[in-house]
């Protein structure tokens, strides 16, 4: 008998966490629920679920600093933000901390099970990755069977995410790759609008290639579409 994957619920609000954990069982989860940050915690560290739903506005530990640990312990695990605060800075930021994705409060459950399903999906297909070959491109090696790109001497240290927005680019040829085509690729599920996601991880994509290759760029904006995978010399950055 398979083993059921497990989603570790960090929420406060009660009822929504009993919700989310009811409708998940039923998806066929193993669930486990903390109503604060620092208990959440201990869970993650001593349980190592396969996802993390986590709500921001915490007791003990808020959501912040709880994505700030866990990434410390483990870049690789899916973290799904559920939160009330629905500005552009808060989803933005969630995201440049380490959150793979944010869904604003009220949400559809059903929504929220797919969701759940699809980044597990991906993170499944990422640990067997078949008929997916590795891309060599001036200096840089994007591996799919490591999930991560490698320059001569070192990984460049994508996190899994990072890793599938830079290789689906790659894949691409040179062809500018539309930013709700790059998220359905990626995410696994269609873009809503307003979703800054598909930008704030080809920026970071870009900084930790400028990190390990600083006379080349890799990723540039297509004006208009969106993205293309193109590898230019010398200081031809550009913003998203």
């Known amino acids: 008998m398979t083993t059921p994957l497990t989603v570790l619920v960090v929420e406060d609000d009660e009822a929504i966490a009993e919700s989310v954990a009811y409708h998940l069982g039923r998806a066929g989860y193993r669930v486990l629920t903390a109503g604060d940050g620092v ?8 349980q190592r679920p ?9 007791p003990q530990m808020d959501g912040w600093r709880f994505t700030q640990e866990l990434r410390a312990k483990d870049p690789h695990v899916p973290v799904i933000v559920c939160s009330a605060r629905n ?3 808060d989803r933005v930021h969630g995201l440049e901390l380490g959150a793979d994705d944010y869904v604003v409060k009220p949400f559809s459950m059903k929504e929220l099970v797919a ?5 597990l999906r991906r993170l499944e297909a990422a640990r067997h990755p078949v008929g997916r070959e590795a891309i060599e491109a001036d200096g840089l090696r994007i591996d799919p069977e490591q999930v991560q790109a490698y320059t001569a001497t070192a990984p460049v240290g994508l996190t899994p995410r990072e ?6 680019l ?3 040829g040179g062809k500018p790759v539309q930013r709700n085509r790059l998220y359905r690729e990626v995410w696994g599920y269609e873009m809503l609008a307003g979703d800054r996601s598909v930008d704030v991880f080809v920026r970071k994509v870009r900084q930790k290639l400028a990190r390990a290759v600083p006379d080349r760029t890799y990723l540039q904006t297509h004006y208009g579409v969106g993205y293309r995978f ?7 950055s550009e913003e998203n």
């Open 170 to 172: 790659a894949r691409a």
């Open 50 to 58: 396969d996802l993390v739903i986590l709500d921001l506005m915490l």
């Open 115 to 119: 969701r759940v399903s699809a980044h």
């Open 39 to 46: 208990h959440g915690m201990r869970l993650f560290t001593a």
């Open 87 to 89: 500005s552009e800075y």
């Open 163 to 168: 890793f599938e927005v830079l290789f689906a």
């Open 230 to 236: 193109e590898v230019l010399r010398g200081d031809t």
